[in-house]
Nanobody
């Protein structure tokens, strides 16, 4: 059974750093495309970053230069390092996985089948 579980959220001041982790089970990590998404109440879930099978990464414009996505294959873990956090980064952050995601859809929630429960990130001003 494919499962992904997020951790690492919390409360941080603006300008600070948080590191999120997504631990996967039920599949070989290197066989799946992975993504990070976030959602605030009343808004659609938006793609933040993706890590493709070939190692290519994509970022939303709003986080480029501040967020870094990486994989630790030995630990079946997807990481998201978030630097210089802003209050507008506050959201529930979700990890997603799917075996096949077209390049054009890497930041679209509809392209991913497997989702975690999310971890809350709150950035205070």
């Amino acid at each position: 059974q494919v499962q992904v579980v997020e951790s690492g959220g919390g409360l941080v001041q603006a300008g600070g750093t948080l590191r999120l982790s997504c631990t996967a089970s039920g599949f070989r990590f290197g066989d799946y495309n992975m993504g990070w998404f976030r959602q605030t109440p009343g808004k659609e879930r938006e793609g933040v970053a993706s890590f493709a099978l070939n190692g290519r990464t994509i970022y939303a414009d709003s986080v480029k230069g501040r967020f870094t996505v990486s994989q630790d294959n030995g630990k079946n873990t997807l990481l998201l390092r978030m630097d210089n956090l802003k209050p507008e980064d506050s959201a529930m952050y979700y990890c997603a996985a799917d075996a096949w995601v077209p390049f054009s859809a890497r930041l679209r929630q509809t392209a991913y089948m497997y989702w975690g429960q999310g971890t809350q990130v709150t950035v205070s001003s």
